[in-house]
T-cell receptor
Framework: GEDVEQSLFLSVREGDSSVINCTYT??????LYWYKQEPGAGLQLLTY?????DMKQDQRLTVLLNKKDKHLSLRIADTQTGDSAIYFC????????????FGTGTQLKVEL | DTEVTQTPKHLVMGMTNKKSLKCEQH?????MYWYKQKAKKPPELMFV???????INESVPSRFSPECPNSSLLNLHLHALQPEDSALYLC???????????????FGDGTRLSIL
């Protein structure tokens, strides 16, 4: 399968911005996603971006996509302790359901 | 609270046992998914059902047998599992749409499976 890479760990102070990076390999993906997973829970879709877009903003979240470099990032403004979780990027191919390939995941720790 | 309900939340079984994991959603979604997630790893897709028909099988061993009895239910039947099958098993659902569409998957909280 395709490899989708993320840095393993990120630590920020409350109120600062967090930037989580992702490098993907499948250029045929139509949409790219960011999911959040809290301990003991399933995944929650945070946001997504269409592959023809460069940027998408959704409240505190900003997604940047560099299709040439196959690089995706998620910026969380004014990071709160409730944002502490594991964040997965994912690339998807649809047709008969959705075939998602998840990144390796970044654990975000927000300190006071 | 999740709109995708998985039971049981925890399951411990021996290698010779037969058990089933269950998943239920009432959002009218016509695509349902099983994922396997090992600790500190991303979820790995196992099976996808589209309109109650198996559309994707990611070369999963036959000791895992999925079943979609109706549009709201998805089961995963387990038989003769190995210790390396211990993991969190996640169910998800989404609308189904032609290729090129954005599909938002809704995940359950998973069943944590331990094989002795």
């Amino acid at each position: 399968g395709e490899d989708v890479e993320q840095s393993l760990f990120l630590s920020v102070r409350e109120g600062d911005s967090s930037v989580i990076n992702c490098t993907y390999t499948d250029s045929s993906s139509t949409y790219l996603y960011w999911y959040k997973q809290e301990p003991g829970a399933g995944l929650q879709l945070l946001t997504y971006i269409f592959s023809n877009m460069d940027m998408k903003q959704d409240q505190r979240l900003t997604v940047l996509l560099n299709k040439k470099d196959k690089h995706l990032s998620l910026r969380i403004a004014d990071t709160q302790t409730g944002d502490s979780a594991i964040y997965f990027c994912a690339e998807g191919v649809t047709g008969g359901g959705n075939k998602l390939t998840f990144g390796t995941g970044t654990q975000l720790k927000v300190e006071l | 609270d999740t709109e995708v309900t998985q039971t049981p939340k925890h399951l411990v079984m021996g290698m010779t046992n037969k058990k089933s994991l269950k998943c239920e959603q009432h959002m009218g979604h016509r695509a349902m998914y099983w994922y396997k997630q090992k600790a500190k790893k991303p979820p790995e897709l196992m099976f996808v059902y589209s309109y109650e028909k198996l559309s994707i099988n990611e070369s999963v061993p036959s000791r895992f047998s999925p079943e979609c009895p109706n549009s709201s239910l998805l089961n995963l039947h387990l038989h003769a599992l190995q210790p390396e099958d211990s993991a969190l098993y996640l169910c998800a659902s989404s609308q189904d749409a032609p290729g090129g569409s954005m599909l938002s998957e809704h995940f359950g909280d998973g069943t944590r499976l331990s094989i002795l």
